[in-house]
């Protein structure tokens, strides 16, 4: 079954449908379902699919060709065209008069063992364009080449493309519809510990508890995740090892350059270079303070929830788990799975306050979100607050995200307002979330307060559970 990518469909029928020359350029980490929400939209088209190989110009030309003739007699045919641009002439000649769709997956591949293919490609584009009714579409996994030498200001192809989508992971609401049989704790369970990468998904058996799901996944060596995170870097990176030591030294709280460097035992440089790295693939995010620009607050954590249960749990639990003690292993990590879902209930609170503005209900109007931490002059101390949100000079949201088995006291609710008065904005909404509810203390305190929402987890599922528009 089909879930999700409504927008990314419906961006590339209206493409479809100009009945033009039309260009998009789709990318995105590996895993994360391009080819799925390519071959869901081909499906009903008449459409050339192509997919490069990590191989030389040869091979690829020659799978080109084929793929081609296939499309064209419905036979497969063992015939070469002579190069590249012989071959996309062809293309472009079929769709002088028909709608075509041209996809070429995994482009980077073809394009670095045939250097001369991007200059083809504008070439013929150029030529082309006023005339053809046919859609290209360029897909790749390697988000730096494909920002670099396609998207890029100055690589052959840019200015010619007339859309492009960076394929995301899938958010909350759309991990839900994935497993509608299990409760809301459980989706969130699954949320945090496998995240929104689609491929992922597919290995959780909903006939089963998150707990077995956990102990077949990542705690079974012979499961097809177990080494995942491991495999992923080696195809992406040059030196895996570090780039682990990094990742587990983030996954274990280090959060600071100089935290993490004092953790690897590398200088601060050599760390830097191997974060930004990390960020261009998409697995580790780069925050500063809400509103800061100084990047000498920055820190750093794991942006793919199941990178950041992996490094969390498995490498110390590895000696267990390659014995077969699957059981042990889930008892050694059961005490910590509350403590770690803090983090993934604060993302899940942020995406419900996104989907609130988005249906025009939430009292700010806020055009971002995000955490902030600092010191608070009154006591001389740091502070942090889990969401902030700005609507203009005097308006400001803030938030405060509670994942536990007790209901949220009105001690929270004070200190939430206490952080608020740090900033100096006029009007003032907080937003108290809670797993389990709220003491009876709290709400008679929230009632008493101006602009005060307390949001357990089963209204948040409401809101996440209402039909897309």
Same mark, same amino acid.
């Given at each position: 079954?089909?879930?999700?990518?409504?927008?990314?469909?419906?961006?590339?029928?209206?493409?479809?449908?100009?009945?033009?020359?039309?260009?998009?350029?789709?990318?995105? =980490?590996?895993?994360?379902?391009? +080819?799925?929400?390519?071959?869901?939209?081909?499906?009903?088209?008449?459409?050339?699919?192509?997919?490069?190989?990590?191989?030389?110009?040869?091979?690829?030309?020659?799978?080109?060709? =084929?793929?081609?003739?296939?499309?064209?007699?419905?036979?497969?045919?063992?015939?070469?065209?002579?190069?590249?641009? !012989?071959?996309?002439?062809?293309?472009?000649?079929?769709?002088?008069?028909?709608?075509?769709?041209?996809?070429?997956?995994?482009?980077?591949?073809?394009?670095?063992?045939?250097?001369?293919?991007?200059?083809?490609?504008?070439?013929?584009?150029?030529?082309?364009?006023?005339?053809?009714?046919?859609?290209?579409?360029?897909?790749?996994?390697?988000?730096?080449?494909?920002?670099?030498?396609?998207?890029?200001?100055?690589?052959?192809?840019?200015?010619?493309?007339?859309?492009?989508?960076?394929?995301?992971?899938?958010?909350?609401?759309?991990?839900?519809?994935?497993?509608?049989?299990?409760?809301?704790?459980?989706?969130?369970?699954?949320?945090?510990?496998?995240?929104?990468?689609?491929?992922?998904?597919?290995?959780?058996?909903?006939?089963?508890?998150? !707990?077995?799901?956990?102990?077949?996944?990542?705690?079974?060596?012979?499961?097809?995740?177990?080494?995942?995170?491991?495999?992923?870097?080696?195809?992406?990176?040059?030196?895996?090892?570090?780039?682990?030591?990094?990742?587990?030294?983030?996954?274990?709280?280090?959060? =600071?350059?100089?935290?993490?460097?004092?953790?690897?035992?590398?200088?601060?440089?050599?760390?830097? !270079?191997?974060?930004?790295?990390?960020?261009?693939?998409?697995?580790?995010?780069?925050?500063?303070?809400?509103?800061?620009?100084?990047?000498?607050?920055?820190?750093? !954590?794991?942006?793919?929830?199941?990178?950041?249960?992996?490094?969390?749990?498995?490498?110390?639990?590895?000696?267990?788990?390659?014995?077969?003690?699957?059981?042990?292993?889930?008892?050694?990590?059961?005490?910590?799975?509350?403590?770690?879902?803090?983090?993934?209930?604060?993302?899940?609170?942020?995406?419900?306050?996104? #989907?609130?503005?988005?249906?025009?209900?939430?009292?700010?109007?806020?055009?971002?979100?995000?955490?902030?931490?600092?010191?608070?002059?009154?006591? #001389?101390?740091?502070?942090?607050?889990?969401?902030?949100?700005?609507?203009?000079?005097? +308006?400001?949201?803030?938030?405060?995200?509670?994942?536990?088995?007790?209901?949220?006291?009105?001690?929270?609710?004070?200190?939430?307002?206490?952080?608020?008065?740090?900033?100096?904005?006029?009007?003032?909404?907080?937003?108290?979330?809670?797993?389990?509810?709220?003491?009876?203390?709290?709400?008679?305190?929230?009632? +008493?307060?101006?602009?005060?929402?307390?949001?357990?987890? +089963?209204?948040?599922?409401?809101?996440?559970?209402?039909?897309?528009?």
């Amino acid at each position: 079954m089909f879930i999700g990518r409504t927008r990314e469909l419906a961006a590339l029928d209206r493409l479809y449908q100009s009945d033009r020359f039309e260009f998009a350029v789709i990318y995105g =980490r590996r895993r994360v379902g391009k +080819t799925t929400l390519i071959n869901q939209f081909i499906n009903d088209k008449k459409a050339i699919y192509f997919m490069g190989v990590e191989s030389n110009a040869k091979q690829n030309l020659e799978n080109f060709s =084929r793929s081609i003739l296939e499309m064209e007699t419905g036979f497969k045919a063992e015939t070469t065209f002579l190069s590249f641009q !012989a071959a996309l002439e062809m293309v472009f000649q079929l769709a002088g008069h028909q709608r075509l769709v041209l996809v070429i997956d995994e482009y980077p591949y073809v394009a670095r063992a045939s250097a001369s293919l991007a200059s083809t490609l504008q070439l013929l584009i150029d030529q082309y364009k006023e005339t053809s009714k046919l859609m290209l579409i360029l897909c790749g996994s390697s988000m730096s080449y494909m920002e670099d030498h396609v998207l890029a200001y100055k690589a052959p192809l840019y200015g010619r493309r007339t859309a492009q989508m960076k394929i995301l992971p899938f958010d909350f609401e759309e991990v839900c519809r994935c497993f509608p049989g299990y409760s809301a704790e459980e989706q969130a369970l699954v949320y945090g510990a496998v995240g929104g990468t689609p491929q992922y998904l597919l290995q959780i058996d909903d006939r089963l508890s998150v !707990a077995e799901n956990i102990k077949n996944t990542f705690l079974d060596p012979t499961s097809a995740l177990f080494e995942e995170p491991e495999n992923l870097l080696k195809q992406e990176v040059r030196e895996p090892a570090l780039y682990n030591a990094i990742i587990s030294a983030i996954a274990n709280g280090a959060s =600071r350059l100089s935290e993490i460097s004092s953790k690897v035992g590398e200088n601060t440089n050599v760390c830097a !270079a191997y974060l930004k790295n990390l960020l261009g693939l998409g697995l580790v995010q780069k925050e500063i303070p809400y509103g800061d620009q100084a990047s000498r607050k920055a820190v750093y !954590a794991i942006s793919d929830n199941l990178f950041r249960f992996w490094y969390r749990f498995v490498p110390q639990n590895s000696s267990i788990i390659s014995r077969g003690a699957k059981e042990l292993a889930f008892q050694r990590i059961e005490p910590y799975l509350s403590e770690y879902m803090g983090n993934v209930f604060e993302q899940i609170c942020m995406q419900y306050l996104w #989907k609130l503005l988005l249906a025009g209900r939430s009292p700010v109007f806020f055009s971002e979100l995000g955490r902030w931490w600092g010191t608070d002059p009154r006591e #001389k101390k740091q502070t942090e607050i889990d969401i902030m949100g700005v609507q203009d000079k005097t +308006t400001a949201l803030f938030g405060e995200c509670k994942w536990t088995n007790e209901k949220v006291d009105q001690g929270v609710l004070k200190t939430l307002v206490s952080r608020s008065q740090l900033f100096s904005y006029t009007e003032v909404h907080l937003f108290l979330f809670a797993k389990t509810g709220f003491t009876q203390g709290c709400r008679e305190m929230a009632e +008493t307060l101006d602009h005060v929402s307390l949001i357990s987890f +089963t209204e948040m599922m409401e809101l996440f559970r209402e039909p897309q528009v």
